[in-house]
C-alpha cells in the first residue's frame, strides 16, 4: 500500500459523515410512508406476471382435447430430461396424440426450453409455483395434472405470441 | 483405371458408372431422393444437380455417366443454387408436418432443408390436399400429401420384390401413388418401401407412432427368422425391441429384408411369456427356485442316470457358441446321444431372400458338433429310445420338441426327467422337470452360421437382469446414460435370463468339468482353434458383416 496514493482525501464535512447519516435516514423515512411490499403468504399470494416461468403445463383447448400431438421435441429439448412422452394414433385429423405425458418435477428446472420449442404452443408455462410433493412418485406429473383449460393460459399465450 | 475430377478431387471410376455412384464410392455424397443404388435409375427429383465443365447446363448426377478428364462441381454456387430452389419446389405441397410425422429425424428431405434449404417459404397459396392414411397393404399407410413422388417404392416392388402392384396415378401436383385395380400391397417385402421412402409417406403399421427415432437405441444384429441371416439393426427403448430395419450387407441380403423376418422375429423377446427366473416341478407345478438351487437340483439328477439313458437335443436356434459348449458338455457328461432338429417348411422358398430353413444357424449347429458320437442316437433314434424306455432323461435346448408331431407329444410322458432351456413358455416347458430361462437372440452375445456357410455376430441389445448396458458394452441411447432407477422411462423388464452357455459353465463348475469360459468369445476363440471351419477367426475378424468360412458347399445346405 506504501507506493499508492488516495485519489482523492476526504474533506472535513465527509471526514464527519453526518450528511451521510442524514441522507440515509431520509431514505429510511421515506419508505416509512410507502405501501408495503410484504405479502401475507399464505394468507395473501404473489400473482406473478406473464412472464412468470411456473410449472409447465398442457394446453387443453375448449373441446376438452389436449393441444399436444407427441412430437417429443419438448422431451428431447429438455435438459434435465424430465419429460416424457407416448404418443398414440387417434381418428383426429391431427393423426397423433400422447397416450402418457408425464413430467417429472423434481427433475424439471423451469428452464422453459419445452415450451420455446413447442411447435403447436401446447406446452406452456404456468403462474403455478407452488410445488409439494411427500413422495418421488408423486411429484411426477401426468395427463391428469398437466392439462390446463385454455382460459386459464390467455395470459401466456399472448406473451408467447408478443415475445417468443 | 480411368479418372475425373469431383470439387477438386481426383476420382477413379469404372467403366459405366454414373457420377453419384463414382462420388459416393469416393466418399463424397450427393444429395438424392429418387436414386437408390440397388434400384434401377430415375433421374425425376433433380436434387442431383451437378455443375459439369463445358456442358451448357446443370446434369444430373444419377444418370450421367462419369467419363476420363470430367470436371464436376457438387458445391459451386451454380449448383447450389439449383439444388435450393428444387428444393423450393419439393416443399411447395410437402406439408409441415414433421412433428407427427414417424420419418422426422431420419427423413432425407428434413435433412436436405436443413442443408440447402432457404428457411421460409414464398407460397402464399393453398397447398394441394390428397390422401392421407391410406392403407396401401395389411402392413404400409400412405400419406399422398407426403410423398414427392421420387418413384422409390414402385421401382422396388418391381424391381425386388417381383410384384408388380404399384403404381402413379394423375398428372403434375395432383400425382399419387395407389396400388393397381384389385390389388393391395401384399407382398412378402413391402416394408422394405418404408426404409427407401425418402420422406415419411410411407409408414409401418407396426411401428407408428411408437417412439421417436432419437430416443431408440441401435445394435447390430442378425435376423433369426430364417437361414438367410438378415443382418438388422435391433431398435430399442426402455429395454423393449420396438423395430427391427435391415442392414446393409452385399454379400447376404443387400438393402433388404422380409416382413416376417421384420414384425415376428422379435416379439417373443418382450412378450408376457417369457420365462423369467428358474422353475422346478413339485407336486404336479412349475415352482420358481433360485439360480442355485435349479443347478444344484439338475446336476444331481444327471448324476443319477447312466450315460446311455441320457439324450441331448440341440438347437438350430441357438448360437455357435451355446451349441459347442452344449455339446462340451454333454460329451463331458460321456453322453453320446446328440442331435439337433432341421426347421423345414417345405416351399416356402423364393429366389430373392426367404429360404425353407426356418431356423438361424442349422449350418452352425452342425459344424459346432451338434450331432451323434460314436454309437449314439440321432433324433429319430431318441425319439424310438423313449418310446422304448432307454432313454429317461431328456436334456433339450432352446427347442420346443414337444411341437414337432403328436409322437413327440404321446412319448414325453414317458421320460423321468426333462431339462428344458427356452426363452418362452411353449409346449415342452409345460411339461418340463426343470426350466431354464435362456436368453433371445437379442441379449447375447453369439454367432450364427447362415445356409451360405458365412458367420456372423448377434449382440446384446436388450438387457438381462445380470446384464448392465455400460458394462457389457451395449449400445446405449441418451434415457439409457442418463436415467436412473426412479425414472419411469428406465424401469423396463429386465429378464431373469441367461445364454445357454452360462448356464452349461454353472453346471459343469458343480459336476466338476473342465470347462471354464467367462465370454462368448473365448468360445468362440476355441472353436476357431479346435475346428478347421472355423480357423484363424474371431469376432474382430467376423466383424459387423460376417466372414466366409472354409467348408465344401453341398447343393441345398
Keep these: 500500500m506504501s507506493g499508492q496514493k488516495r485519489e482523492k482525501d476526504l474533506n472535513i464535512f465527509e471526514k464527519l459523515y453526518i450528511p451521510e447519516i442524514a441522507k440515509g435516514m431520509a431514505l429510511t423515512l421515506r419508505n416509512m410512508f410507502r405501501p408495503n411490499v410484504t405479502l401475507q403468504y399464505p394468507e395473501e399470494r404473489f400473482e406473478p406476471s406473464a412472464s412468470y416461468r411456473g410449472r409447465p403445463v398442457l394446453v387443453q383447448e375448449n373441446n376438452g382435447i389436449e393441444r399436444c400431438v407427441a412430437c417429443g421435441l419438448c422431451s428431447r429439448v429438455c435438459p434435465a430430461l424430465a419429460i416424457e412422452v407416448q404418443a398414440s394414433e387417434t381418428e383426429l385429423e391431427k393423426e397423433r396424440y400422447p397416450v402418457k405425458f408425464e413430467i417429472n418435477m423434481l427433475r424439471c428446472i423451469f428452464c422453459g426450453f419445452c415450451e420455446e420449442v413447442c411447435p403447436e404452443e401446447a406446452i406452456v408455462m404456468s403462474k403455478d409455483y407452488e410445488l409439494v410433493f411427500k413422495n418421488r412418485n408423486d411429484a411426477i406429473f401426468g395427463k391428469e395434472k398437466l392439462l390446463v383449460p385454455v382460459e386459464k393460459l390467455k395470459d401466456r399465450l399472448e406473451f408467447l405470441r408478443k415475445f417468443k | 483405371m480411368p ?214 437405441s441401435k445394435t447390430d444384429s442378425v435376423c433369426v427368422g430364417c437361414s438367410r441371416g438378415c443382418n438388422t439393426e435391433v431398435w430399442v427403448r426402455n429395454n423393449e425391441i420396438l423395430r427391427l430395419t435391415p442392414r446393409y450387407n452385399e454379400d447376404v441380403n443387400n438393402y433388404w429384408m422380409c416382413d416376417k423376418g421384420r414384425l415376428e422375429t422379435f416379439k417373443n423377446v418382450n412378450a408376457g411369456n417369457r420365462i423369467d427366473g428358474t422353475y422346478i416341478r413339485r407336486e404336479g407345478q412349475l415352482q420358481k427356485v433360485s439360480w442355485s438351487e435349479a443347478l444344484n437340483v439338475t446336476a444331481k439328477s444327471l448324476k443319477d442316470y447312466k450315460s446311455n439313458e441320457i439324450a441331448f437335443i440341440g438347437s438350430a436356434y441357438a448360437t455357435c457358441e451355446d451349441n459347442y459348449s452344449f455339446v462340451k458338455f454333454a460329451k463331458s457328461l460321456g453322453v453320446s446321444n446328440l442331435d439337433y432338429a432341421n426347421h423345414i417348411l417345405q416351399g416356402d422358398q423364393d429366389d430373392i431372400l426367404i429360404r425353407e430353413d426356418k431356423a438361424p444357424n442349422s449350418l452352425g449347429a452342425e459344424l459346432v458338433g451338434v450331432q451323434p458320437g460314436v454309437s449314439g442316437m440321432n433324433i429319430s433314434a431318441i425319439l424310438k429310445g423313449i418310446k422304448e424306455g432307454k432313454i429317461k432323461a431328456l436334456y433339450v435346448m432352446e427347442e420346443d420338441i414337444v411341437s414337432f408331431s403328436e409322437e413327440w407329444e404321446q412319448v414325453i410322458s414317458k421320460l423321468d426327467l426333462l431339462i428344458v432351456h427356452a426363452t418362452n413358455e411353449n409346449k415342452t416347458t409345460a411339461l418340463a422337470d426343470i426350466v431354464f430361462p435362456a436368453s433371445t437372440f437379442a441379449e447375447k452375445y453369439g454367432t450364427y452360421v447362415n445356409f451360405q456357410g458365412r458367420v456372423q455376430r448377434i449382440r446384446p441389445a436388450v438387457a438381462t437382469e445380470e446384464m448392465d448396458r455400460a458394462i457389457d458394452g451395449m449400445e446405449m441411447s441418451r434415457w439409457d446414460k442418463f436415467g436412473t432407477e426412479f425414472d419411469r422411462w428406465k424401469q423396463g423388464h429386465k429378464f431373469d435370463s441367461k445364454p445357454s452357455w452360462k448356464i452349461f459353465m454353472a453346471l459343469s463348475q458343480i459336476l466338476g468339468f473342465k470347462m471354464k469360459f467367462n465370454m462368448a468369445e473365448e468360445i468362440f476363440s476355441e472353436i476357431a482353434s479346435s475346428n478347421s471351419a472355423f480357423k484363424g477367426l474371431d469376432y474382430d475378424v467376423v466383424g459387423n458383416h460376417g466372414t466366409q468360412l472354409k467348408i465344401k458347399q453341398t447343393a441345398n445346405a
Design chain 2, 3 to 216: 479418372t475425373f475430377t469431383v470439387d477438386g478431387k481426383q476420382i477413379e471410376f469404372k467403366q459405366g458408372q454414373t457420377i453419384i455412384e463414382a462420388a459416393r464410392f469416393a466418399g463424397i455424397e450427393i444429395p438424392h431422393f429418387c436414386w437408390h443404388p440397388s434400384l434401377s435409375i430415375s433421374g425425376n427429383c433433380r436434387i442431383c444437380l451437378v455443375e459439369i465443365e463445358k456442358m451448357p447446363k446443370l446434369a444430373i448426377s444419377c444418370s450421367t455417366y462419369a467419363t476420363e478428364g470430367m470436371v464436376v462441381h457438387t458445391h459451386s454456387q451454380k449448383t447450389v443454387e439449383a439444388r435450393n430452389a428444387v428444393m423450393e419446389f419439393i416443399l411447395i405441397n410437402h406439408p409441415l408436418d414433421c412433428p407427427i410425422c414417424d420419418e422426422a429425424g431420419e427423413c432425407k428431405l428434413q435433412e436436405y432443408a436443413y442443408d440447402n434449404g432457404k428457411g421460409e417459404s414464398r407460397f402464399e397459396e393453398i397447398k394441394n390436399r390428397k390422401e392421407k392414411r391410406v392403407q396401401l397393404g395389411p402392413r404400409i399407410k400412405f400419406d399422398g400429401e407426403r410423398c414427392i413422388s421420387c418413384s422409390r417404392c414402385i421401382r422396388f416392388s418391381e424391381e425386388i420384390a417381383k410384384k408388380n402392384q404399384l403404381t402413379f396415378v394423375q398428372r403434375g401436383d395432383k400425382v399419387t401413388i395407389t396400388t393397381f385395380p384389385g390389388e393391395s400391397f401384399d407382398n412378402p417385402y413391402t416394408l422394405n418401401t418404408t426404409d427407401i421412402c425418402p420422406v415419411g409417406a410411407l409408414t409401418n403399421q407396426d411401428f407408428r407412432f411408437k417412439s421417436r427415432v432419437w430416443e431408440m
